[in-house]
């Protein structure tokens, strides 16, 4: 038979959660609309109806509130969409990596509200810098079957080759998409990169 003590406690560990997932996405939602700097810590507990002693119950900074955010919600599904262009380099179909790339460039429309935040966090965080970094490194790993077909020796250009195909979409769709600096329609841009991306992603035969 449950306790009243132990309901009492369950209770109190639900409503941590939920109060922790809350400061989460109310985050998130600052972010998006005013960017990183520009929002502090008073702001987001002042959204989500708790006190600052509440909020550093949870988090130690608004950054590892943006930590919370990437290793929850965008970078799991940045893992996938690699994980899922191992399989497509694994077939070995130009046509399926257009595909990928096609899809890669609506993730990038669906989660485009953030970038500026990340960028902000990034120049203005030193440990935000790691955390990116680090997220950069963990997409190789979603990569077994691409590394596995390099030779050892050359296992750390493979990787660099993921990395500068990460930084290349991120670079092309802030001047395409958010800066306006480049005039192209979203398909002309997926065969492009596709142009570019799908020979250079080969393993040496």
């Given at each position: ?6 309901r ?13 997932a ?15 700097s ?11 109806g708790?006190?600052r002693a509440?909020?550093?119950l949870?988090f ?29 380099l ?15 460039i ?12 990340w ?18 490194m ?27 195909l990460v930084?290349?979409?991120e670079?092309?769709?802030?001047r ?5 600096t ?22 040496p035969?």
């Open positions: 038979m449950t306790t009243e003590p132990a009492r406690g369950s209770l109190r560990e639900e409503q941590k959660r939920l109060t922790k809350r400061i989460v996405e109310t985050a998130r939602t600052l972010f998006e609309t005013q960017g990183y520009d929002v502090r810590v008073d702001d987001i507990a002042a959204a989500v708790c006190s509440t909020f550093y949870h130690p900074s608004k950054g590892e509130v943006l930590r919370a955010i990437a290793q929850e919600g965008t970078l799991a599904s940045v893992r996938d969409f690699y994980a899922d262009l191992d399989r497509v694994t077939i070995g179909s130009r046509e399926s990596f257009a595909d990928w790339m096609t899809r890669a609506d993730w990038f429309f669906t989660n485009k509200d953030m970038l500026p935040a960028d902000e966090a990034t120049a203005l965080e030193p440990e935000f810098r790691a955390v990116a970094r680090e997220g950069i963990t997409l190789a790993d979603s990569m077994p079957a691409y590394l596995a077909r390099w030779p050892e020796h050359r296992r750390d250009e493979a990787r660099l080759r993921i990395e500068l930084a290349q979409l670079r092309f769709f802030t395409w998409a958010m800066q306006g480049i005039d192209v329609s979203a398909a002309q841009a997926a065969t492009v990169l596709t142009d570019v991306w799908f020979p250079a992603l080969q393993a035969t």
